[in-house]
């Protein structure tokens, strides 16, 4: 069985190819770090949940922080993919790559006036409201625009995603959503502002669910609640239900997007509603669509442990880190399993916390290049500069090609944007 998640990434007489590129050629070009992302991959993904709904009407709206390059929300833009949006920078890119602004959802808790005016010119379909004072406000901008804006109330069904807290978002002591007994009023209050229009509901329990429960009981809530608002004369036209479904990082059990979208139907049957779904997937589609290639510099040992420091750090992947997340390492030249050691996976940047993996089996020589993997989602749209480290590129293969979607950046880019005292 191959040790890479996605089958477009795999070994051909030992060495890595993504699709029909060997990897050695990309780093022979581009140098590491450098993100290597799969399209073939990206499509599938896309594709199977698109397929999971057959003939029921539905719209997936991408969630662009997970992955925000261009050149990927352009790929599933012609795939007739929406987006999922959480500020006007993203909205930008959306526009940029060619997104239909119809198929555009704007969510999050902090939206400014500017932001919401944006999006209103830009002819988005819905803003999802998380809180009464953003109801009252995107009001006022709607009003000052003479414009109608349709909304969605995201609710907060208070159920256990069962992932990580810091990507759990459906509870109650979450700072996401509107809960339930509130949401009730806060669409009367939707329902008396001139400048609004009532289109949906909308909830999302949290990111990397790798259980069928939590959505189950979620869904549950939120129909029952559609069906209380339509006996008070309150009309939902579509239900958005989130993100969140899970990807293999090492040896998960994940529900297939078939199971997935079965338990929304199913669930919607039980409460005898038939309406449209839109899903918000980011790293369903994106996570395993993707690696991150970086070389050993150094191997350095101590009594009680291995090191192998690399030159990605976790300014360029930050999960390791933030989330302790496990990410599959493996040499992009396959060696013999019998000389496998545990290392430390280790970074360069000044902070004890820039450890990549721990007690990592890998056989590995300094000057070898290590493929991470499940780099597609949350990698490259959280890096940062920290250690004034310019950010890697990123490639799209597609089968034997490979496009250079974003350059490194240089060191003049560091500075480009900031200047001395007069
Ligand atoms: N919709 C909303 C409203 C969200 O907040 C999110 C993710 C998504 C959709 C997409 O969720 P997905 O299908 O990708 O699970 N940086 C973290 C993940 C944060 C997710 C935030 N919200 C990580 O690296 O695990």
Known sequence: MSTFHDPCFDYQGGTLFAEDVNVQ??????GTPCYVYSKAALVRQWQKLDRAFSDHPHQICFAVKANSNIAVLNILAKLGSGFDIVSAGELHRVLRAGGDPRKVIFSGVAKSKSEIAFAINSNIKCFNVE???ELERVQTVAEQLSAKASIGLRVNPDVDAQTHPYIATGLEESKFGITMDAAFEAYEAAKAMPNIHIHSIACHIGSQITKLSPFRDAVEKVFALVNQLKLAGIDIEQLDLGGGLGIRYKDEKLPSANDYIEVMLEQMRIANLDLPIAIEPGRYISGNSGILLTTVEYLKHNDSKNFAVVDAGMNDLLRPSLYQAYHQISNIQEKPTKAKKSYDIVGPVCESADVLAY???IDVAADDVLAIQSAGAYAFS????????????EIMVDDDQYHLIRKRESYGDLTSTESLLP
């Open 25 to 30: 050629n990309i780093v022979n070009e581009f």
């Open 131 to 133: 809180s009464l004072a």
């Open 359 to 361: 007690d990592h089996p």
């Open 382 to 393: 959280m890096a940062s500069n920290y250690n004034s480290r310019p950010r890697p590129p």
